[in-house]
């Protein structure tokens, strides 16, 4: 047995992100993710019995700069991934890494109570859960 602390999603997780409406332009987005010095934007739900979309920068660069659509006639929901594949507060930052690996994925909202708590991204669970003193 162990006695290795189980490092967890939210040990590592970044407080810092955004929710914004699917129905703000890209142009909106971008400048949004500038001022919060995020990558990535969580799209709110439109309802109870919605779930939470996800929109990367890589998105934006290969759904709309890279076939030339106009950032300010474009709408977010267009360009989101939905549902966005989320992960419990809660997880073994282990089990986190394996499911970013299995759905190709590089970041994540970290959701409790269905509500959005943070972000958790491969680079949040390197430098932050790799290599903790117990």
Not at 17 to 24: D, K
Not at 98 to 103: A, D, H, K, Q
Request: with cysteine; proline share 2%.
């Amino acid at each position: 047995m162990s006695a290795e602390k189980v490092v967890k999603v939210r040990d590592v997780m970044m407080n810092n992100y955004a929710i914004v409406e699917g129905l703000i332009t890209v142009a909106e987005a971008i400048e949004i993710a500038k001022q919060r010095q995020v990558k990535a934007l969580i799209v709110n739900k439109r309802n109870v019995d919605d779930e939470y979309g996800i929109v990367l920068m890589n998105d934006i660069a290969k759904k709309v700069l890279a076939i030339d659509r106009s950032p300010q006639r474009t709408n977010v929901y267009e360009i989101m991934t939905k549902p966005a594949l989320s992960v419990s507060a809660t997880m073994d930052v282990r089990y986190c890494a394996r499911l970013f690996e299995r759905f190709g994925i590089s970041r994540a909202p970290v959701i409790e109570n269905g509500e959005v708590l943070g972000m958790v991204s491969y680079n949040n669970i390197v430098l932050n859960g790799m290599l903790r003193d117990g």
